[in-house]
């Protein structure tokens, strides 16, 4: 049962009931009053938690702003791209539901705090003085009444009467005060059902604002978050190929270390230890150096370092190489020793020693001493080689297997994923690739070979070729345009080199991808979507000539060129490419037959093809061969970019010669003659994609992601000529030796300081100041101070 009303009429009664009835209401707005107060109290640390809430979220989005994924190799994956722009989307999406959290503190202050506050302070104060009056009066008139009814009789009539007047005047008072009292004590109790709840009401309001916004930022987010999830299953499978790539390379290694080594520009590497003579009293001491030797020049370069002291490397040393002793063993207290003597420091040998009498030997090989070794196999000849060729039986087999699959498997789930029995799979390749029996094999109606065990023998035969569907020849070339580009023009590279494919190969890939693409169409059934097919037959259709985890690291962009070819099928394989694209020139000058001979900078690019999409080369002459260095993507000096965009080209196709560049319009420029004193093409200048084609370098700008600009042909300009924001100088020293091979380029020595290093429009190479001669450095020789 809930209060008693207060009636007005027991007001002159007073009764002891009507007290407790009074009391009882009294008790009520007192428990509500500290209900408010405890209320109030935590609402303020609500909004407190709210706000170190909206701090932390803030802090946490900061710091998904800033971080970025490093990756392995030259480029990113769209899909990688996607990842890695994922973090500032979620931090964008905390950074708006905090602007909303926000608003929502804001309203909690205003609508329920300050109304509560007010209500408290204002309706059940004034309720609390009234009772202090009330019971006060009470005192008041019940003293007086006591000490009137105490008068003597025997007093006079007048003052009797007197204090009677006072009385009754005084009681008229305390019943008026008592009125008013029993009317505000009823109208508070009435007024807090609103008053109170009303500020509840707004606030549980502005949550639901708050939660509504987060809903509708949510539903915003879900069509992004639908595809990063597909970015997300797509890079995983693409990792999931990759590792196992990885650890085949790794066991390899592991078999067999000294038939795997990478190409390099010198002739032999490795760490030596250097005996350094030191005063009589304190003897000789062993250093460690990294030595390097390249042949052709006779150079002989050593590095102090010590991975125990933080691996830090020291001054380099470059010296020309006069002769290279073995020392006898009799001759000095270790073994594996032998000496070399420079050409300025004739009868001065210095002793070396090598970590083993194989190594000692190689080194003696290298450096031309009299005991000689012979030299390593080759790793490239000892590829596999198999049976499967691309001759009639090929064409059979092939044609055969997709009959088959699309017969009997063409929605069954993990379709050439799920793979077959090896013993199976080499016992019907064997039977298909025997020209006796091949005809013979009905894999259509026959239920003696499982769809599985078919899809592997499909594969297996591809991987058996003695070159990839697609080349060593054209590998580098087709990786390109996955790296770098807009969608469209990756597909026209794509077409233009898949014509340039040899006609069997061509002719194969076309069945081979048209299969493909049916088994695309029946994704929902058995699952093989065209990321998923990519991840397949990337692999199986292209791969490396030499296998590093460099090229290893290559093997998503080999997925992406596989779906591409699945996706645009009929454009690649039944139109012809564009006439305004040439065939690619060769960045050799040598007979078809002849070893090629490279620059430094062709050296850097010599498996980058020369095509629309990708980017621009420079002729150059060839006289001198020298290693190529590792390709190094361009960009800052702080931070080197990936994504190239999209260039004009050199033509080789008839008629021009090669001081002719093609621009994106298919208009032939003689540079030559515009510029006669220069012996090689001008630069490509970056313009904004909207931007028409200028001659000013002023305007150029490299654009932010790999899309396809306009451009223009200007001469070779100085990274002066560059936006201010783009420039960035400081100093390198050199931590290999260089030997100019053009005007414009630098030659030095380990050591060198080069001064106001700024970034180069040429890729690879940045641009410097040594001995008062400013040129060209090649970017993966220096390291930045």
Known sequence: MGLQPLEFSDCYLDSPWFRERIRAHEAELEKTNKFIKELLKDGKNLIAATKNLSLAQRKFAH???????????????????????????????????????????????????????????????????????????????????????????????????????????????????????????????????????????????????????????????????????????????RFEGTRSEVEDLMNKIRQNPKEHKRASQFALEGYLYVQEKRPAPFGSSWVKHYCMYRKAAKKFTMIPFEHRSGGKIGDGEVFSLKECTKRPTDSIDRRFCFDVEAADRPGI????????????????????????????????????????????????????????????????????????????????????????????????????????????????????????????????EFIIPAKCGSPESRVNA????????????????????????????????????????????????????????????DLKFQNIVVEILIENHEKIFRTVPDATLPEPVSMSTSPPNAPPRQSKRQGQRNKRPVAVYNLCLELEDADNPSPPKEDTPTGSLDSLSSHSPTPAILSNSPGPEKNHLLTDGGELVDWSSNHPSQTRPPMVQWLNPQSPASLSANTAAAPSSPVSPSFSLSPSASVADKPAESVVSRKARAVYPCEAEHSSELSFEIGAVFEDVQTSREPGWLEGTLNGKRGLIPQNYVKLL
């Open 63 to 237: 710091s998904l702003r800033d971080f970025k994924f490093e990756f392995i190799g030259d480029a990113e994956t769209d899909d990688e791209r996607c990842i890695d722009a994922s973090l500032r989307e979620f931090s964008n999406f905390l950074r708006n539901l905090e602007e909303q959290r926000e608003i929502m503190a804001l309203s909690v202050t205003e609508t329920l705090i300050k109304p509560l506050e007010k209500f408290r302070k204002e309706k059940l104060g004034a309720v609390k003085e009234e009772k202090k009056k009330f019971d006060k009066e009470t005192e008041k008139n019940y003293s007086l009444l006591d000490k009137h009814l105490n008068l003597s009789a025997k007093k006079k009539d007048t003052h009797l009467q007197e204090a009677d007047i006072q009385v009754e005047q005084n009681r008229k008072h305390f019943y008026e005060l008592s009125l008013e009292y029993v009317c505000k004590l009823q109208e508070i109790q009435e007024r807090k059902k609103f008053e109170f709840v009303e500020p509840m009401l707004s606030f549980f309001q502005g949550m639901f604002t708050f939660y509504h916004q987060g809903h509708e930022l949510a539903k915003d987010f879900n069509h992004y978050k639908m595809e990063l999830q597909i970015n997300i299953q797509n890079t995983r499978n």
């Open 494 to 553: 794509i077409h233009f080199l898949v014509h340039r494919l040899p006609e069997k190969n061509k002719e194969m890939l076309d069945i081979l991808v048209k299969h493909l693409t049916n088994v695309s169409n029946h994704a929902k059934q058995n699952l093989m979507t065209v990321a998923n097919l990519g991840v397949v037959f990337g692999p199986t259709l292209m791969r490396p000539q030499e296998e590093t985890v460099a090229a290893i690291m």
């Open 349 to 476: 040998p210095m002793t070396m020693q090598a970590f083993s009498e194989e190594e000692r030997k190689q080194w003696m090989e290298a450096l031309g001493g009299k005991e000689a070794l012979l030299p390593c196999l080759n790793r490239t000849s000892l590829r596999r080689e198999g049976g499967a060729q691309l001759d009639k039986i090929g064409f059979t087999i092939l044609r055969k297997c997709i009959r088959a699959v699309e017969t009997r498997g063409i929605n069954d789930q993990g379709l050439y994923r799920v793979v077959g029995v090896s013993s199976k799979v080499q016992r019907l390749l064997s039977v298909l690739m025997d020209a006796k029996t091949c005809n013979e094999v009905d894999l259509e109606n026959s239920l003696d070979w499982e769809v599985k065990t078919i899809t592997s023998a499909l594969k297996q035969y591809l991987r058996s070729l003695p070159e990839p569907l697609m080349t060593y020849d054209l590998h580098g």
